[in-house]
Structures are given as C-alpha cells and as structure tokens.
C-alpha cells in the first residue's frame, strides 16, 4: 500500500491546529506540527501527541519555514498559524507579521520548493466579508463582496490576494477556507463567548449571555478539520475556484440555548436579545459541496451533546486524579 504524504501543519499544536492533525491521521497521513509553542496539550486530547512529530517554528522567520518544509519532506503545507481577532485588535502591528508575513513566508517557501510541495492549504475566515446590509441576496457565495471591518478580517483579505497571485504567477496550487463559527471542546481563543453557551452549563456553571435572536452559523471542529483534509487531498484538476466557505448549521443563539437545555436539564442559562452579532451570515457553501465533497456531519443537537460529553468526561478524570 503507497503511503500517504508528508504534511506540515502550522500552528498545528493549537486549537483547529490540533483537529486538523486529528483528521489527517485518521487518514494515514503522516504529520508535522509546526508552531512556535510546543505544547502538546490538545493533541494529547486527542490521543495523536505520540503520532506526530512536534517542531518549534516561527512563520515569521523566512528560513524557518523553507527548512522545516525541506527537512521534514512535506509535499503539502496546511497553513494554520494565525493571530485571531481579540488578539488582533490588541496588536495590529504584530498580527500583521503573523498573518500576512506569515503567510507569505509560507508562499515563498513553497515557490522555493516548487518540486516538492505541491499544494498549500489554508485558513481564511467568515470576517473577510463586509457587514451584513451590504448583501442582497439570501445567502453570501465566494464571489459576493468582500469588504472586512476588523484588523483580522482585513489580514485574510489580504492573504487572499496572495494565494491567487502566487498562483497566477507562480503556479503555486493553494485552497483556502473560509469557516464559519467553529465549537468543540479545548477552544481556549478566538469567538469563546458564543461557545460558553456549550462549555459554561457543561461544567455545571452559570451562563448569561445577549444576542439572542442574532443568526449564527454553529460549525463543529471535527466538521472544519474535515474540510481541510479534504481540501489537501482533492485533484487540482477539480478546483474551480482558490478560496471555499465552509459552514455547518445556521440557528440563532437563543435555538441554540434550547437545544442546550435540552440536553442538560440542570443548565443554568440566559439569554437576552441586545445587542448584535457581526459575521452572522448565511454562507452558501455549495462550491464545497461540489469541488470538495465536503459536507457537515454533525447538527447542532449532536455536536453540542458531544461537546457535553467530552467536558464532562474531561472534568471527571481531573477530579479522580
């Protein structure tokens, strides 16, 4: 049986990071996680840290990169490392080296390495869009206006420019992916006041949260880390477009508060309707349906009820340690 490939994941002791690694050794790949923290904390989670190899790397460092690509022999780079968008808004300067520099210390890196890498994945994200009341239609596709209000959606625009100008110029093969609002167990950055709607009343706490009847689009992280494995695997030839939405399922908060309730009688929540949320879009992610075969596997009922579980397994063992 032919191996699978080498791939070099960036930021790949982190959150999604650690998800992604998740899902391309189910798949027999073989992993390098690369990232400037070594600890492997989430991967051990996952019962994946003893089957990857774990290098400290900065994706601001040019040389960095091209040697951990070279000396791993990594044919595909799954580009994860990024500032998310708390920490962008409170270091612009150093979001931009990380994710515009970063990114295009990866781009070169693999024009540098043209007969060894042959593709290049990774994540852009749901803030590249402008506000809401720009869209007419029911739904945003790939090709509707993007226009981002925040230091972190403003870097992936910019990285979107990269990756296609890479490619025509190059011939560099990249995807990349634009997630919607990604839950699950072990997120510690990013959008955790929404996921707390999960992880509070799992953890037998209280939860008040607003935004009740804002619509959010719920994606499970084994769903995104699917999609990104998907996205590394799929012919070029099947590409018709450089970057995808991806998306789960669509409920506001307050539908999402119920299913909670649901399914955890003692759950101590509220939820108000003040306020707004942004990025609440109705993402159409038909172009990955079609290009990629990506298709969510979980709803909202079975992903929060694994998210449950996996809390409340985590909290028993750390109270009979």
Not at 90 to 117: C, F, S, W, Y
Request: charged share 25%; glycine share 8%.
């Amino acid at each position: 049986m032919e191996s699978q490939p080498t791939v070099l994941v960036t930021g790949g002791t982190g959150f999604v990071g650690s998800y992604a690694i998740d899902a391309l050794c189910r798949a027999d790949f073989d992993v390098v996680a690369f990232d400037l923290s070594t600890d492997t904390g989430t991967l051990e989670q996952l019962d994946r840290a003893e089957e990857v190899g774990i290098r400290r790397g900065d994706v601001t460092d040019p040389l960095d990169v091209v040697q951990a690509i070279e000396e791993t022999g990594a044919t595909k780079v799954l580009h994860l490392a990024s500032l998310l968008t708390p920490a962008a808004r409170a270091n612009p300067r150093k979001a931009l080296d990380v994710n515009i520099r970063g990114m295009n210390n990866v781009l070169e890196a693999a024009k540098t390495l043209d007969e060894q890498v042959d593709r290049v994945v990774w994540a852009s994200s749901l803030a590249v869009y402008a506000p809401e009341e720009k869209y007419d239609g029911e739904s945003v596709t790939e090709d509707d206006l993007i226009l981002p209000g925040t230091v972190y959606g403003g870097t992936k625009a910019y990285n979107e420019t990269q990756a296609e100008i890479y490619e025509d110029e190059y011939g560099i093969c990249s995807v990349g992916l634009r997630p919607t609002l990604v839950y699950s167990p072990y997120r510690e950055t990013g959008s955790t006041q929404l996921t707390d709607i999960v992880e509070k009343p799992a953890r037998g706490e209280a939860y008040e949260m607003d935004h009740g009847e804002e619509l959010i689009d719920w994606l499970h992280i084994e769903d995104a880390a699917e999609a990104f494995r998907l996205a590394l695997e799929v012919p070029e030839s099947e590409l018709t477009r450089s970057v995808y939405n991806i998306s789960g399922e669509r409920a506001t908060i307050n539908e999402a508060a119920d299913v909670v309730e649901g399914l955890l009688s003692d759950a101590d929540l509220s939820v108000s309707d003040d306020g707004s949320y942004p990025w609440n879009f109705n993402v159409d992610r038909s172009a990955a349906e079609k290009d990629l075969g990506y298709e969510p596997s979980y709803d909202l009922e079975s992903g929060f009820q694994q998210y449950i579980d996996t809390v409340r397994q985590r909290r028993h063992e750390q109270q009979v340690q």
